[in-house]
Structure formats: structure tokens, C-alpha cells
């Protein structure tokens, strides 16, 4: 059963960083694909960035192109979301999500049906 655990939200000034970290608490080798995705009051759950795990490839929507970085930890089955030049519109309930998909499929996967496996969401809150 997979579980997903983020941490390192929290508070920060406009322009300021944070970065966030999404773990698998179990290993699950038909996992290659992951995402970040964020809600705010009253929003839908938008896609933010994704990678095509040990590919290298990416996804990243418009509103954070060159600030936000999806990384991963292969060895840590980690992925990470660096998010630098915060803005107040960054905040929202930012949650990690994965699945199994083509590369094509990953970087494309930008709705919440695209992926099955969601974490429980961490708070970024930017003033």
C-alpha cells in the first residue's frame, strides 16, 4: 500500500524560498511517475510541477515556470518541489501525488485523475 508523507511547508515572506519533500513510505516499483499539486480556499487542486521518475523529465505549470523545481532522491524514494521567489498567490495546501504512467502520460498528468496516490498535504502560506 502506498503512502505518500510531505513536509516542509510553513510561512514565508514574498520573494522568500521553501522547499517542500514528498517520501514513499513504501517502495513501489510500478511508481514512475510523481507530482505536486495545491488548493487554495476555495479553488480547485491544480497541477504544479511533475517528473518522470529516473528520466529526468519534467512538468511544470506556467504560474511557476522558473521559480519551482521538481528534484528527486531515487536512493530515499523522495521527490522535491524548491520553491524560490514566493508570491502570496503561492499559497495554498500543497499535496504530493503519484502513479504509474507513460513518460508522455507524466508530463502531461496535470489533473488530479491522473494520479491515484496522494499524501496528506502540507500548508504554504506566503505574506
Known amino acids: 500500500h502506498v503512502q505518500l508523507v510531505e513536509s516542509g511547508g510553513g510561512s514565508a515572506l514574498a520573494g522568500g524560498s521553501l522547499r517542500l519533500s514528498c517520501s514513499l513510505s513504501?517502495?513501489?516499483?510500478?511508481?514512475?511517475?510523481m507530482g505536486w499539486f495545491r488548493q487554495a480556499p476555495g479553488k480547485e487542486r491544480e497541477g504544479v510541477a511533475a517528473?518522470?521518475?529516473?528520466?529526468?523529465?519534467?512538468y511544470y505549470a506556467d504560474s511557476v515556470k522558473g521559480r519551482f523545481t521538481i528534484s528527486e532522491d531515487t536512493a530515499s524514494d523522495t521527490v522535491y518541489l524548491q520553491m524560490n521567489s514566493l508570491k502570496p498567490e503561492d499559497t495554498a495546501m500543497y499535496y504530493c501525488a503519484a502513479n504509474h504512467r507513460s513518460i508522455l502520460g507524466c508530463l502531461t498528468a496535470s489533473e488530479v485523475a491522473d494520479f491515484a496516490y496522494w499524501g496528506q498535504g502540507t500548508q504554504v502560506t506566503v505574506s
Open positions: 513504501e517502495y513501489d516499483v510500478t511508481i514512475n511517475c
Open positions: 517528473t518522470y521518475t529516473g528520466g529526468g523529465r519534467t
